[in-house]
């Protein structure tokens, strides 16, 4: 019975990260809610989390991510679920069990700047995207702030809709 569990879990693992990767090719090819297409991709791992574990959504994250940084047209929608989109739902329920909104806030904005260093050493260092955006630097980093609570606001709300309509 046990691997007939496991089993099942690697194979459901696989069809989120089959899912995951086609949401981030269709964030490539249709030019209109491409971030919706990322947000929708995060979401496969975060159903993973709440249907098995974080260890198998983990599994199906780093193979999405993978696979997307090979075989997405377009890198910048990649590396946005691999850097910050796509391992969120793996820390959002570890986030969720803190009781204080303070601290859990902190954490958030340490986890929220953290992706953001990360994303500008790709983007300046890895792709060679120059950083001349025209207005000041914390301009833009306020808002992908509120972009990235607005994130996790929606992402909230859409596992506590879908987490009763999913099996246990």
Same mark, same amino acid.
């Given at each position: /019975?046990?691997?007939?569990?496991?089993?099942?879990?690697?194979? +459901?693992?696989?069809?989120?990260?089959?899912?995951?990767?086609? =949401?981030?090719? /269709?964030?490539?090819? *249709?030019?209109?809610?491409?971030?919706?297409?990322? +947000?929708?991709?995060?979401?496969?791992?975060? *159903?993973?989390? &709440?249907? +098995?574990?974080?260890? +198998?959504?983990?599994?199906?994250?780093?193979?999405?991510?993978?696979?997307?940084?090979?075989?997405?047209?377009?890198?910048?929608?990649?590396?946005?679920?691999?850097?910050?989109?796509? &391992?969120?739902? #793996?820390?959002?329920?570890? #986030?969720?069990? *803190?009781?204080?909104?303070?601290?859990? #806030?902190?954490?958030?904005?340490?986890?929220? &700047?953290?992706?953001?260093?990360?994303?500008?050493? *790709?983007?300046?260092?890895? #792709?060679?995207?120059?950083? &001349?955006?025209?207005?000041?630097?914390?301009?833009?980093?306020?808002? /992908?702030?509120?972009?990235? =609570?607005?994130?996790?606001?929606?992402?909230?709300?859409? /596992?506590?809709?879908?987490?009763?309509?999913?099996?246990?």
């Amino acid at each position: /019975m046990l691997l007939k569990d496991k089993s099942r879990h690697v194979a +459901f693992g696989g069809i989120l990260a089959a899912l995951a990767l086609l =949401f981030l090719i /269709m964030s490539s090819a *249709i030019p209109v809610g491409r971030l919706v297409f990322v +947000f929708l991709a995060s979401s496969m791992i975060g *159903i993973g989390v &709440n249907m +098995f574990s974080i260890r +198998f959504s983990a599994a199906a994250y780093a193979a999405s991510a993978i696979l997307g940084l090979f075989i997405v047209p377009e890198k910048t929608y990649a590396v946005l679920y691999a850097v910050v989109v796509g &391992n969120y739902p #793996l820390l959002k329920p570890l #986030l969720d069990k *803190i009781c204080s909104l303070p601290l859990r #806030l902190a954490l958030k904005l340490v986890i929220f &700047n953290a992706y953001m260093l990360v994303c500008w050493l *790709i983007a300046v260092y890895l #792709l060679n995207i120059p950083m &001349n955006v025209g207005y000041p630097v914390w301009l833009l980093w306020l808002m /992908m702030l509120v972009a990235f =609570f607005v994130y996790d606001y929606a992402y909230s709300l859409f /596992m506590q809709k879908i987490y009763y309509a999913l099996p246990k």
